[in-house]
């Protein structure tokens, strides 16, 4: 596992921050958030500091519901989409990575959740995240 990013408590993460850690992922963070504002105008984004894991995440909400997690990486950054067991047929039948199925399906549960984490590096994985967006959209 990669070396924690971000661990300041006290350096709120601005964009100049996070694009110095990312690097060439920039395009695709830029690219991410271009695509969420522009097709999802009522998600937002708050990040936060968390004790537990000593670094901070940004959480992208729609109204109060949480629709994922970035954490950021030197050189990448992850999404983090959180699903209970009644999304796991919308999961299996998209067209997200077999990978990311096979990570789903065997996943540690959190209670009646699981998550699906992907480390975002190319147009590939940009696709599996809108993918993962529209699937969270359509789960009550």
Known sequence: MEDPVLTNKNQFPT??????????SKAYWKELFDYTHTNYPDFSEQWRYYNDGKSWLLKVVRKSKTMFWVSVRKGSFKTTFYFGDKAEAAILESTISDDLKEAFKNGKRYGKIRGITTEVKGKADLSNVHELIKIRLSQK
């Open 15 to 24: 964009d100049e921050i996070v694009f110095s850690y990312i690097g060439k």
